[in-house]
């Protein structure tokens, strides 16, 4: 009960923030038509993050970085059957036999995937989610939305991450799904203490914080998306003089 | 007729093969300027141990080896073409300043690193070198894309860089846009922020 009020009372914060009476950006980013309110929730998100996730990130940082990276290996490895299911939907064989490999190796000679013996014998890491896979169908990302909490979430890539905590086998097992969402709260906070450096510096020389980190968010999606490989054709024409 | 179709057909091969080794040319010598260009910047954090010389050599090193122009033209996207060249001209200038103090800066924690180079891919005069850095300290190397361009004159010039998936300039023009956006179009608005930027 208690949980459902918090969940009610931070809906209403939202609504309220976001019904500022503020008239729409009359020349809005066309990924991002609700801008005004995507960047209320950034602000609301930029508070949570000063109060709660750096503070907790900056906690966990305290952690050696040995055993850091071993709780970072056995969530890569818990993950490995989404991947997998993803390799397989995107077409890419030989990326799914790497996942597969991997799975296998570190289960088993990684006690669990809390090793990474892979890594040493040339089966790098890769992580593939469903929203990847549906934009490798042709499903495009929009609205851009941010969501405080939690970041850039557009519908696409939100709806994908849903699917993927329903793809994964360890979300059926005993208090599954708890497990699978305390899996994605500590490696969030994981990645927001390696990239705590990089942030603040983005944000003390940024001109506008959001917008940078609005197109982070697009950029990086879209070398996940393209393995990192660069498309020559989709690069902007430069159409002007030298 | 045979003969004409032979003679045409020996042509198109022979000017094919001279395009493929001219192209073939054009990716060694872009691979040549991005590893010039590494070693320089290496060097400059190097040798370079105050912020205010790191900054000066900086400056001096995208003068010469980076069409700032085309770059700073690049980033306001179609705003471009609706200001006066006084205007530009004030913009290119503050975006040197910003691109020179911040990357000069941001670059400090790589002195100690190697560049590999990987690869060019080629497209018309725009070449992407990919490289990756690679650490001392054994941490996982970083890729690093770079967009050089064959001038008309010849000779090669930096455009942009990727860095983990993202182009600088890219992000640049996004971020640019988006107060022109919020501001009316008004180019003051931008030259203020960066005004503001670089004096903090």
Redesign the interface.
């Given at each position: 009960m208690r949980v459902k009020q918090y969940i009610v009372m931070l809906g209403a914060v939202f609504i309220l923030v976001g019904c500022g009476g503020a008239p729409p950006i009359a020349n809005p980013d066309p990924r991002d038509p609700q801008e005004r309110f995507n960047r209320k929730m950034f602000a609301v998100h930029q508070q949570i993050d000063k109060f709660a996730i750096r503070p907790l990130a900056k906690t966990y940082e305290i952690i050696p970085s040995s055993l850091r990276r071993t709780i970072r290996n056995f969530f890569y490895n818990v993950q490995s059957p989404v991947t997998f299911v993803n390799d397989v939907l995107q077409g890419e064989k030989a990326r799914a036999d790497t996942t597969l490999t991997r799975f296998l190796l570190n289960s088993t000679i990684g006690f669990g995937g809390i090793f990474d013996p892979a890594t040493s014998l040339g089966h790098k890491y890769h992580r593939e989610d469903f929203g990847q896979t549906l934009a490798v169908y042709g499903v495009p990302p929009l609205p851009y939305s941010f969501t405080p909490g939690i970041g850039p979430t557009p519908w696409r890539d939100f709806g994908g991450m849903l699917i993927d905590i329903a793809f994964n086998p360890v979300t059926y097992f005993g208090v599954g799904a708890v497990w699978t969402v305390s899996g994605l709260v500590i490696q969030a906070v994981d990645a927001r203490a390696n990239a705590d450096t990089t942030l603040v510096q983005i944000e003390k020389t940024s001109i506008d914080f959001y917008a940078s980190i609005r197109s982070l968010y697009y950029q990086n999606r879209e070398s996940r998306i393209h393995n990192g490989k660069i498309d020559l054709d989709a690069l902007p024409e430069l159409d002007f003089e030298e | 007729m045979k003969y004409i179709f032979a003679l045409l057909l020996c042509f198109s091969l022979a000017s094919l093969q001279m395009t493929q080794t001219a192209h073939a040319d054009d990716g060694l010598h872009a691979r040549a300027f991005v590893d010039m260009l590494a070693k320089q910047i290496i060097s400059i954090l190097t040798t370079k141990t105050t912020a205010t010389a790191r900054e000066a050599a900086f400056a001096d090193l995208l003068d010469t080896h980076a069409?700032m122009r085309?770059i700073a033209?690049?980033t306001l996207g179609a705003t471009?073409r609706t200001i006066s060249d006084k205007d530009f001209m004030r913009f290119q200038n503050l975006f040197r300043q910003?691109v020179v103090?911040?990357y000069a800066n941001?670059l400090t924690d790589y002195r100690d690193e190697t560049l590999e180079i990987l690869g060019v891919?080629?497209?018309g005069r725009?070449f992407?070198v990919?490289s990756q850095i690679i650490f001392a300290t054994g941490r996982p190397p970083i890729?690093v894309?770079w967009?050089v361009?064959r001038?008309?004159n010849g000779r090669y010039s930096l455009?942009d860089l990727?860095v983990?998936?993202?182009?600088l300039a890219?992000?640049q023009r996004?971020?640019?846009?988006?107060?022109l956006?919020?501001n009316?179009?008004d180019i003051e608005v931008?030259l203020q922020?960066?005004q503001?930027?670089i004096s903090?």
């Open positions: - | 069409n085309r033209r690049f471009v910003l103090k911040v941001r891919q080629q497209k725009n992407i990919a890729n894309d967009w361009i001038k008309k455009f990727r983990l998936g993202i182009w890219q992000e996004e971020t640019f846009t988006s107060v956006r919020n009316g179009s931008l922020h960066l503001k930027q903090d």
